[in-house]
C-alpha cells in the first residue's frame, strides 16, 4: 500500500498481488538484452508484475480505479498466472470496505482489470464485489469484448462485466466523459480501441492512471510498447499527446502493473531521456526505488 495526496483528494495504491505475464508479450518488439536491464524476467522468461489499483478519496466520493483479476478465473487460467486474490483483504489493510465505493472505473475489461469488479460466491453466485458503486467502463470496449475476436478473446471474462450491465449497476461511457468534480476520463487507445485513462485534478495538482498506455515505469520511452498492444502506433502517439501535457503540467502518473514503482512524475533530461521520478511524499510499506531511465 501507498498513499500520497494530491490537493484536497487521497490517493491510495493498493494490488490484487503480483502475477507473472510473458517479458516478449510486455515488450514487444523491444530486444530483450535492453528491457530485462529494466524489469528481469525469470527462467521461463516471465516478469513478475503487479495489478495495482487506485483508490481515491475526494470528500464527496470513494472511488476505486481497477480491481485486478478477481476470484472468478478458471483453474489453469489462475495456474499460469498465479494470481493472488488479495485486493479485498489489502483495501481492508488501507481502511476501505467495499460498501465505502461508490464509483469504480475501469480502463478496459481484460481480466486483470476488471477482476473483482464482481465475486464469485461459494454458491456459485455471482454478485457486485463493491455493491454501492457505479461502475463506469466504455460502451465501446463493452462491444469488442462482446465481439470475442480470435486475437484476444481469451483476455476477456463475461462474469465480469456483463452482470452489472443487466442490474443496472453499469454506466456506459461515450467516449471522454466527466465523471464527478475532478474526476474524467479521456480515451487513449492502442492497447485496445476503446482504452481510457482518469484524470484526477484538486487544487491544480492532476494525476492520471493510464492503465496500459503505459503499463510500468519501465515502458515510458513512447516505442516501448506491448505485444498485447492492439494497435502500437496509435500507442505510441497517443503517449506523445499524453506526455505531451503530463510532463510540463508534472502530472503524477500511475502504472498499473508496475510491482515497484506504481506512481511518478515523467520528464525528459537534456539528452531526451524520458525519466520516472518516483514521488517522495508517501506514506509507504515498501521501500522507495531508485528512478528508472529509458531512451
Ligand atoms: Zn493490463
Redesign the pocket.
Known amino acids: 500500500m501507498q498513499r500520497t495526496t494530491l490537493g484536497d483528494f487521497e490517493l491510495t495504491v493498493i494490488n490484487d498481488g503480483l502475477y507473472y505475464l510473458d517479458g516478449g508479450a510486455m515488450f514487444g518488439v523491444v530486444p530483450k538484452p535492453l528491457w530485462e536491464k529494466k524489469l528481469p524476467a525469470d527462467n521461463q522468461n516471465r516478469l513478475h508484475v503487479a495489478m495495482n489499483s487506485l483508490a481515491i478519496r475526494t470528500g464527496d466520493h470513494t472511488i476505486l480505479i481497477e480491481t485486478g483479476a478477481g476470484n472468478k478465473l478458471p483453474d489453469k487460467t489462475r495456474r499460469i498466472f498465479d494470481t493472488q486474490q488479495t485486493l479485498l483483504s489489502n483495501l481492508a489493510d488501507a481502511g476501505f470496505a467495499p460498501e465505502d465505493f461508490d464509483i469504480v472505473i475501469n480502463t478496459h475489461l ?1 481480466f ?2 476488471c477482476g473483482w469488479n464482481t465475486t464469485r460466491r461459494a454458491d456459485g453466485t455471482i454478485v457486485p464485489t463493491f455493491p454501492r458503486a457505479r461502475y463506469y467502463y466504455q460502451r465501446g470496449e463493452l462491444a469488442h469484448a462482446h465481439e470475442q475476436h480470435e486475437r484476444d478473446r481469451v483476455s476477456y471474462l463475461t462474469d465480469n462485466y456483463d452482470p452489472l450491465v443487466s442490474s443496472g449497476s453499469a454506466i456506459l461511457l461515450n467516449g471522454d466523459a466527466p465523471i464527478v468534480p475532478g474526476i474524467r476520463v479521456q480515451l487513449f487507445p492502442g ?1 485496445t480501441e476503446h482504452h481510457q485513462a482518469v484524470i484526477i485534478e484538486s487544487q491544480n495538482k492532476k494525476a492520471a492512471y493510464v ?2 498506455l503505459i ?1 510500468t515505469s519501465a515502458h515510458i520511452h513512447p516505442t516501448w510498447v506491448m505485444g ?1 498492444d492492439l494497435s502500437p502506433i496509435a500507442c505510441i502517439n497517443n503517449r506523445h499527446r499524453y506526455y505531451g501535457e503530463a510532463i510540463p503540467e508534472r502530472w503524477l502518473t500511475i502504472f ?2 508496475d510491482p515497484t514503482t506504481p506512481w511518478a512524475y515523467i520528464s525528459r533530461d537534456s539528452d531526451g531521456r524520458y525519466l520516472a521520478e518516483p514521488i517522495t511524499q508517501t506514506h509507504t510499506q515498501t521501500s522507495s526505488t531508485p528512478s528508472i531511465s529509458a531512451r
Do not use: C, E, Q, R
Request: aromatic share 10%; glycine share 10%.
Open positions: 481484460h486483470d482489470h492497447h492503465g496500459d503499463p498485447y498499473t502493473h
